[in-house]
C-alpha cells in the first residue's frame, strides 16, 4: 500500500472535545505504518521487520528486535492503564449524574415557579421574583465543569485503536479436518499488527489487569492465540503454527513456531495461568499443557462470568477476551475474575450445557 494514506482518524461519534481521541490518532498512525509501505512493490513494513528474525544474533537485528521490546511493552502499559483509567470514569461519571440530578433538583426548588406553588399552598400571596434570582445561573455553570469532566465512553477511541493492533481472529475450525489443515489458521488481515509481530519474533506479551485478589500482578503470555486448539492430546493438536503472507507466487513465511519440543502446550500453559491469575482453579488441572476436560470446564465458568456462549472452546470471543479484549465490539474489556455467587445454581463446568 503507498505511504500516502492518511491515518484514520478515530470514529467522529461522542463528543468532539474528547481529550483522548490525540492518543487514539498517536496509535493508528503506528499501526498505519506497520501496514504500509512506501512502494506498491513493497510488502508491508512489519513483513520487513519480522525478517530481521534470521539475523537475530547482528547487531542491527538485536536493536530492531529491542525497539520492537520497547513498543510491545509500552502498548501493554497503555492496555492497562486504559482499562484501569475506565473503571475511575465509571465512578466519576456515577459522581457526575449525581450532580446533573442535584442540579435539576436545586434549580427546581429555587424556581419562581416553585416557590409561588409553595406560597399559594399557605394562603400567601406569589412572590413578583424568585427569592434567589441567580441559583440557576450558579448551577449551569457547574454543570458546564461537570461536562469538561471525560466520560468512560471516551475511552473507546483508545479502547479501538488498542484493539486493532493487539486483537486476534482465527479462521474457523473444522471439524472434519482436525488434525489437519491448521497449521494457519491465523487471518493475518484481521489480527492486530504488534500481535503479528510477537508471533513472528516468538516474543512475550506483558498481561496485566487480574483485578483485587490476584495472586500475580503480570504474566508473559507468548504464543497463546498463534493456533487453533480443541480438546484433544497434544499428539492430536498442531504440531506448528504457520503464518503466511502474500499470494502465490509470492508467498512468504513470516512465523513458523514449533510445538512438538520444549514449547509442547505452551499456549494451553499461558491461557490456564490466566485463568488461574484470574481465580478460576477449579476443575483441577492436572497438566496445564493440555486441553483437557478440566481445562474445558474452566474455559466454560469462565465463559459463563464473561457472559460468553457457554462451549467451552477456545473461540474467538473466549481468546481475545482472556487477553482483555472485546472480540465483538473490537475494543478492550477487562475480562472478569471468578465468583461463585456469579454461577447459576446446579451450574457444572464438567457438562455441557442442555
Request: a negative charge; hydrophobic letters at 45%; zero cysteines.
Amino acid at each position: 500500500m503507498p505511504d500516502n494514506t492518511p491515518v484514520p482518524a478515530p470514529a467522529a461519534d461522542g463528543r468532539a472535545d474528547n481529550p483522548f481521541r490525540a492518543v487514539a490518532i498517536l496509535l493508528d498512525g503506528v499501526r498505519v505504518a506497520l501496514e504500509n509501505s512506501k512502494r506498491q512493490d513493497q510488502a508491508p513494513r512489519w513483513v520487513r521487520v519480522v525478517r530481521v528474525r534470521e539475523f537475530r544474533d547482528d547487531a542491527i537485528a538485536k536493536g530492531v528486535m529491542k525497539a520492537l521490546d520497547v513498543l510491545t511493552l509500552a502498548v501493554a502499559y497503555l492496555q492497562r492503564f486504559t482499562l484501569d483509567a475506565n473503571d475511575l470514569l465509571i465512578q466519576g461519571d456515577a459522581a457526575k449524574a449525581l450532580v446533573e440530578v442535584s442540579a435539576e433538583f436545586i434549580k427546581t426548588a429555587t424556581s419562581k415557579e416553585f416557590i409561588n406553588s409553595l406560597e399559594l399552598a399557605v394562603g400567601q400571596d406569589p412572590s413578583p421574583d424568585s427569592p434567589i434570582p441567580d441559583v440557576a445561573n450558579i448551577i449551569d455553570k457547574i454543570v458546564q465543569i461537570a461536562d469538561k469532566v471525560p466520560e468512560p465512553d471516551d475511552l473507546k477511541v483508545i479502547g479501538a485503536s488498542l484493539y486493532k493492533l493487539l486483537g486476534i481472529e482465527q479462521a474457523p475450525l473444522d471439524e472434519a479436518k482436525l488434525g489437519t489443515a491448521t497449521e494457519s489458521h491465523v487471518v493475518l488481515a484481521h489480527t492486530g499488527t504488534l500481535r503479528l509481530l510477537q508471533f513472528g519474533f516468538d516474543q512475550n506479551f506483558k498481561l496485566q489487569n487480574f483485578g483485587k485478589g490476584a495472586s500475580v500482578s503480570s504474566l508473559d503470555i507468548n504464543r497463546l492465540g498463534a493456533r487453533r486448539l480443541w480438546e484433544a492430546g497434544a499428539d492430536k493438536l498442531p504440531l506448528k503454527s504457520v503464518g503466511k503472507f502474500g499470494e502465490a507466487p509470492d508467498v512468504e513465511t513470516v512465523w513458523e513456531l514449533d510445538f512438538s519440543t520444549d514449547k509442547a502446550g505452551s499456549d494451553v500453559q499461558d491461557a490456564n495461568a490466566i485463568l488461574e491469575a484470574l481465580g478460576y482453579v477449579t476443575p483441577n488441572v492436572a497438566d496445564r499443557k493440555v486441553f483437557s476436560a478440566e481445562f474445558t470446564g474452566r474455559l466454560r465458568t469462565f465463559q459463563q462470568i464473561n457472559e460468553l456462549p457457554v462451549t467451552g472452546k477456545l473461540d474467538n470471543a473466549t481468546l481475545n477476551r482472556l487477553l482483555h479484549l472485546d472480540y465483538d465490539a473490537k475494543n478492550l474489556k477487562r475480562a472478569k475474575r471468578f465468583k461463585a455467587d456469579a454461577l447459576p445454581k446446579g451450574f457444572d463446568p464438567l457438562k455441557a450445557p442442555a
